[in-house]
C-alpha cells in the first residue's frame, strides 16, 4: 500500500506559469514533508521542506503548502523556467526520523518555452 | 566540498552472482541511508546507519541482501546470487545528524543490471 501518493506521472506547463505538482499521503503519523528534484542519470536533490506545523514554506519561486486535514501536500513554482524540467519527488518522514524517507513515484515536470 | 559519491556508477551481472555497491558519505555526516529505485517505482527506503550502528535490518528486501559501515565512514550494500528483480538503481544518502529534519544529500546512484 502506497503510503506517498503522487498521482500525475507528468505535467507540462508553460514559461513563465506556475506549475503546481501535487502529493497525497495517508500515514497520518507523517510530520515532516519534503520535495526532491531529480534530473536524469543524478540523485535526488532537496528542495524544500515543511513541517506539519506549519501549513506553509517559502523559498524563491518554490513554495509548499499543507493540508493536514486532507493529507495533502502541493509544490508551486512560480515563474516556471526551463531548468525545472525534471521530476519531482514528494517524501515524507514520521517523528522517529529512523524510518528513512517515503517517497512518492514523481511527477515528470516538463517546461516547454 | 565534495558530495556524496557512489561506485561502480553502472554494474552488470549474472543472475546468481553476488555484486557490492560501495557508498562514500559527505565527511563528518553521521547518519547514512540506502534506498532503491525499480524502473517507474518511487525510492523504496532499505535500511539506514547511525554511526556504524544499523538498529533496523527489516527494510531490506530479503536475506540477500546485507549491509555495513566501517569506520563511521564508507557502507556497502552486498547482494548475494542476484536475481532479476534485483536489476534497479541504488542511492546512497547521508546526512550529518538521524533527525527528521535533517537533510538527507543523496549520491548519483548506481545502475544494476542483472541478467
Known amino acids: 500500500d502506497q503510503q506517498v501518493k503522487q498521482n500525475s506521472p507528468s505535467l507540462s506547463v508553460q514559461e513563465g506559469r506556475i506549475s503546481i505538482l501535487n502529493c497525497d499521503y495517508t500515514?497520518?503519523?507523517?510530520?515532516?514533508f519534503l520535495w526532491y528534484k531529480k534530473y536524469p542519470a543524478e540523485g535526488p536533490t532537496f528542495l524544500i521542506s515543511?513541517?506539519?506545523?506549519?501549513d506553509k514554506n517559502e523559498d524563491g519561486r518554490f513554495t509548499v503548502f499543507l493540508n493536514k486535514s486532507a493529507k495533502h501536500l502541493s509544490l508551486h513554482i512560480v515563474p516556471s523556467q526551463p531548468g525545472d524540467s525534471a521530476v519531482y519527488f514528494c517524501?515524507?518522514?514520521?517523528?522517529?526520523?529512523?524510518?528513512?524517507?517515503?517517497f512518492g513515484k514523481g511527477t515528470h515536470l516538463i517546461i516547454q518555452p | 566540498g565534495a558530495g556524496v559519491s557512489q561506485s561502480p556508477s553502472n554494474k552488470v551481472t549474472e543472475k546468481g552472482k553476488d555484486v557490492e555497491l560501495r557508498c562514500d558519505p559527505i565527511?563528518?555526516?553521521?547518519?547514512l541511508y540506502w534506498y532503491r529505485q525499480s524502473l517507474g517505482q518511487g525510492l523504496e527506503f532499505l535500511i539506514y546507519?547511525?554511526?556504524?550502528?544499523?538498529?533496523?535490518k527489516s527494510g531490506l528486501p530479503s536475506d540477500r541482501f546485507s549491509a555495513e559501515r566501517t569506520g563511521g565512514s564508507v557502507s556497502t550494500l552486498t547482494i548475494q546470487r542476484t536475481q532479476q528483480e534485483d536489476s534497479a538503481v541504488y542511492l546512497c544518502?547521508?546526512?550529518?545528524?538521524?533527525?527528521?529534519?535533517?537533510?538527507?544529500?543523496f549520491g548519483p546512484g548506481t545502475r544494476l543490471l542483472v541478467l
Open positions: 544518502a547521508s546526512s550529518f545528524l538521524l533527525a527528521v529534519q535533517e537533510t538527507q544529500y
Open positions: 500515514n497520518s503519523m507523517f510530520d515532516y
Open positions: 515543511i513541517s506539519s506545523i506549519k
Open positions: 517524501a515524507a518522514r514520521s517523528g522517529g526520523g529512523a524510518d528513512g524517507l517515503t
Open positions: 565527511s563528518g555526516h553521521t547518519a
Open positions: 546507519f547511525q554511526g556504524n550502528s544499523a538498529p533496523d
